[in-house]
């Protein structure tokens, strides 16, 4: 009974090298799980920023269909801001969205680069290929 009660005075804790092992385990798991966390993130980002922009294209269709075409574009900078010209931000105030005034951005790196969504009598075109795939429309300049 002495001696059980000696033991539990004397442990008092981890040593350091139980924690050094432990501490080198959670760096190699940090170390794996990190990029596909980075990669998941900048795939919800791409998701998201597609649904903006084809809520954008959508509401300006939409328009053109009841008032007859706009023609004009959107343009994204390379910042990742969205900005319409006169015509197209009408179509987008009647439907309750707008750029003008509000800053309305794109954050994956995938929509982040100078392009332009043009509005034509010919259909949506969009001027960067990878954007276009992605919003599932036409590609032009």
Do not use: C, H, W
């Not at 059980?4 to 799980?33: C, D, P, Y």
């Not at 939409?62 to 179509?91: C, F, L």
């Amino acid at each position: 009974m002495n001696n059980l009660k000696e033991k539990k005075l004397n442990n008092k804790g981890f040593s350091l090298v139980e924690l050094i092992i432990v501490i080198a385990i959670m760096a190699v798991l940090i170390g794996v799980l990190a990029p596909q966390y980075l990669k998941y993130v900048e795939k919800s980002r791409v998701s998201a920023d597609a649904d903006q922009l084809d809520k954008l294209i959508s509401a300006v269709e939409i328009y053109s269909a009841e008032n007859g075409v706009v023609e004009g574009e959107i343009t994204i900078d390379a910042n990742g801001v969205v900005k319409a010209n006169s015509a197209i931000e009408a179509a987008l105030t009647d439907a309750g969205l707008k750029t003008t005034g509000s800053t309305v951005k794109v954050t994956s790196k995938a929509f982040k680069k100078a392009a332009t969504i043009k509005f034509t009598t010919n259909g949506v075109k969009v001027s960067d290929a990878a954007m276009a795939t992605a919003l599932g429309r036409e590609q032009g300049t």
